[in-house]
């Protein structure tokens, strides 16, 4: 299953997008700062999902040049303030706001899909481990 690491600093919204996310199924992490999701996902194998605003670094780097400069690869939803601007190379979807738990849903969904894709030929070049291969935290 694809993570959607959403972030946002204002906490009501992002109790909302997370409750909205994980009731439509999708395994969530809800990040406060920018500095923490890039933590999480340095080196992380696969492509995943980050649904962001403008926030940036404790340097003052974007959120998705912060997770390029890592090594980690996301398939991005962006909104509010982070979709002024052109679009970055991990951005899939931009929302000018949120306003509609729909369009909410369809953006994640598109970028869940381009995720999935990308991980489904990752591993059929053996780029991914697989099942057996993972490590988990359960050690």
């Known amino acids: 299953m694809i993570s959607v690491h959403v972030v946002e ?21 809800a990040w406060g700062e920018a500095d923490a999701v890039v933590a999480a996902m340095s080196g992380a194998a696969g492509v995943e999902v980050v649904m962001a ?7 003052g780097a974007d959120l998705l040049d912060a997770l390029v400069s890592v090594g980690a690869v996301a398939a991005a939803v962006r909104y ?7 679009a970055h190379v991990l951005e899939v979807v ?7 738990s729909g369009d909410v849903l369809r953006a994640v969904a598109r970028a869940a899909a381009a995720a999935a894709g990308i991980n489904t030929s990752l591993a059929a070049a053996g780029l991914l481990p697989t099942e057996g291969e993972r490590v988990t935290d359960a050690a």
């Open 9 to 29: 600093d204002d906490e009501h919204l992002r109790g909302s997008l997370a409750r909205l996310l994980t009731a439509a199924g999708y395994l969530v992490r």
């Open 53 to 59: 605003d403008g926030l940036r670094t404790a340097t």
């Open 80 to 86: 509010g303030s982070g979709a002024e601007g052109p």
């Open 94 to 100: 931009r929302l000018r706001r949120i306003t509609d």
